[in-house]
């Protein structure tokens, strides 16, 4: 099945409708989205941490505070388009109202997906202010992270969408996350190294799109860019090209009103 044309008249319509919603409740997400992350800075940054020495050529606390900026920009996207969207989809017909203009499925699919990477931004960039607060950030290279945030978040975007999509109930969304968004969260090079684990886990963390986006940060906060991080930002840029077109494909076989 050939995609639709995109217009970016009806995908900035889908983000600026999102935004008009969000604005509205964006007082009472601030905590939900951040009592996550700051939990476990507590326990793993200043607890474990206080047993623990330098890592990857940084403080414990360094290392896990900037690995959790990039997941809690993945788990806020992963919010919007898993939970947010299916209640669009299924329940409020949000995505047929639209679809009855002359906004097509293929948009709002792009749409969603490109609100679910500033809905990431927003949040990981308010857990950055953290970081800096707490004087981690030692490189004004920092001020890329949220270029960075937003193509992590458009990524699970389009991810979290396909699934979402495809959940024949809202139940399912539990499964998205337990099986593929937690995992990602623990052995993507968040609180532990990647090369200090066994070679098997190291295979597969290498994969997920959120183990490059930690080193990314890691490495715009602290200085340290190197020629492998252009690497990093390619191989995200490219999932996200490829998960893309995903969604749009499946879209109008199961969003059938």
Do not use: C
């Amino acid at each position: 099945m050939k995609l639709n044309k995109l217009s970016v008249n009806g995908i900035f319509h889908v983000i600026q409708r999102n935004w008009m919603s969000f604005r509205k409740l964006i007082k009472i997400s601030i905590f939900p989205n951040l009592f996550d992350p700051i939990l476990y800075l507590v326990a793993m940054g200043f607890g474990i941490g206080h047993f623990v020495g330098n890592i990857s050529g940084m403080p414990y606390l360094t290392f896990v505070s900037l690995g959790l900026v990039a997941a809690t920009g993945m788990n806020a996207a992963n919010a919007e388009s898993t939970t947010n969207a299916y209640i669009q989809m299924r329940l409020d017909k949000t995505y047929y109202e639209m679809n009855t203009g002359p906004i097509n499925l293929e948009e709002i699919i792009v749409g969603q997906a490109l609100w679910a990477g500033i809905r990431g931004t927003i949040f990981g960039t308010l857990f950055l202010l953290v970081t800096l607060m707490m004087g981690i950030l030692h490189s004004w290279l920092a001020l890329f992270i949220p270029i960075v945030l937003l193509i992590t978040g458009t990524l699970f975007g389009f991810l979290g969408l396909t699934f979402t999509l495809l959940a024949p109930t809202r139940d399912y969304l539990n499964y998205f996350s337990m099986l593929i968004i937690q995992p990602m969260y623990m052995f993507s090079n968040t609180f532990f190294p990647l090369h200090a684990v066994t070679p098997w886990l190291k295979n597969i963390g290498w994969f997920s799109p959120l183990t490059h986006a930690v080193l990314l940060i890691r490495q715009l906060a602290t200085g340290t860019l190197r020629f492998q991080s252009f690497e990093d930002l390619l191989w995200l840029i490219l999932v996200m090209i490829v998960l893309s077109v995903i969604p749009q494909k499946i879209v109008r076989n199961r969003l059938n009103y």
